[in-house]
């Protein structure tokens, strides 16, 4: 199957400061990704959906500025967590659908970036 | 709005033994409906989907769902789990809207 991946796996970081997360489709082009926080032993919740070349739609309740999102091209999202805190820490996942797969086309998932402020 | 449940937060079986996962959903128009695994500290990896057609999907390792939409249920079965399966699973529901909601997952611990 397709291959989506995230960097890094693993971040630590001071509080205050800001980190990126990138998240690639390896070997197919994504019009749209995803972008989920998931608690310890909770779901994932969707935070924003990510189109190609235009502006991140995000759910109620996400800062759009604290949880900044792009998507330059078709293989490449970003989340960054900018001045992070404490209850920043969490387990960030992405996922990609395939251009060619269109609105039901299997989701693909980066295998996670847990996130860490001290 | 789409929303899924799965009421069983924590599921344990012998090795061997059938397995049913619970997922029930609500959509106000025909589902899209997935079944996902996660492992610790990894990401999803699809077991299978329902968009149409036969009520009965067969997935990887083993695994089926059954779309019983008079109930609003698409719970996932196994005849025979492994030690291997003990995992977190996810029910998820999506549309035409380009988006997935998840249910809370249910954990599967395999008895030896």
């Known amino acids: 199957g397709a291959v989506v991946s995230q960097h890094p796996s693993r971040v630590i970081c001071k509080s205050g400061t800001s980190v990126k997360i990138e998240c690639r489709s390896l070997?197919?082009?994504?019009?749209?990704m995803f972008w989920y926080r998931q608690f310890p032993k909770q779901s994932l919740m969707l935070m924003a959906t990510?189109?190609?070349?235009?502006?991140?739609?995000?759910e109620q309740g996400v800062e759009k500025d604290k949880f900044l999102i792009n998507h330059a091209s078709l293989t490449l999202s970003t989340l960054t967590v900018t001045s992070a805190h404490p209850e920043d820490s969490s387990f960030y996942i992405c996922?990609?659908?395939?251009?060619?797969?269109?609105?039901?086309?299997?989701?693909?998932f980066g295998e996670g970036s847990r996130l860490t402020v001290l | 709005a789409q929303s899924v449940t799965q009421p069983d937060i924590h599921i344990t079986v012998s090795e061997g033994a059938s397995l049913e996962l619970r997922c029930n959903y609500s959509?106000?128009?025909?589902?899209?409906l997935f079944w996902y695994v996660q492992s610790p500290g990894q990401g999803l990896q699809l077991l299978l989907k329902?968009?149409?057609?036969?009520?009965l999907v067969q997935g990887i390792k083993g695994f089926e769902a059954e779309f019983k939409r008079s109930q609003s249920s698409f719970n996932l079965r196994k005849p025979s789990v492994h030690w291997s399966d003990a995992a977190e699973y996810f029910c998820?529901?999506?549309?035409?809207?380009?988006?997935?909601?998840f249910g809370a997952g249910t954990r599967l611990t395999v008895k030896p």
């Open positions: 996922s990609a659908r395939s251009r060619a797969g269109g609105v039901t086309g299997e989701l693909f």
């Open positions: 070997d197919f082009q994504a019009t749209t």
């Open positions: 990510s189109n190609e070349g235009s502006k991140a739609t995000y």
């Open positions: 959509y106000g128009a025909t589902p899209y």
């Open positions: 329902y968009f149409s057609g036969d009520t």
């Open positions: 998820a529901v999506g549309g035409n809207n380009n988006d997935m909601r």
